[in-house]
C-alpha cells in the first residue's frame, strides 16, 4: 500500500512539473512569433526592405505582452498589444501604431513611412 501511495504521489508531482512548463512561450496566439520585414512604403511606393533596413528589420512578439525588435542591426525591446487589427508597440521611447490583417503586420516607422512584415513559417 505504501508504494501504491508513493506511486501515485510522485505521478502527481510530475503531473505538476509538467502543468507548470506551459509558460515557455507556447501560446495559441497566432500573432505570436518573430515576424520579418519584408518591404516599406514611403510616398506611396512599396520597395524591397534592404532599401531602408540593408540588414534587415524583425519583430518578435512573445505571449506575455512583451516584443524585441531588431532594426537594421539595433536591437530593443518593449510592450505590444493588439485589438482587433490595431497593432501598437512601444519601444525605447517610440510608439509605434499599425494593424494586423491578412496575415501582414504593418506600422509607422517614421511619418507616411510604414514597414511591412510577415510572420515566420507563413
Known sequence: MKKLIAFLLLFAFGIAML???GGSGDSDDPNVGKWTAYAYNMFDGEEDISGFYPNGATIELNSNGNCSL????DKSSGKWTLEGTNFKASVGGA?????ISNGVLTFEVLTDVFLYFKKEGQ
Request: proline share 0%; charged share 15%; net charge negative.
Open 19 to 21: 502543468a507548470g512548463c
Open 70 to 73: 531588431d532594426f537594421n542591426g
Open 95 to 99: 510608439d509605434y501604431a499599425g494593424s
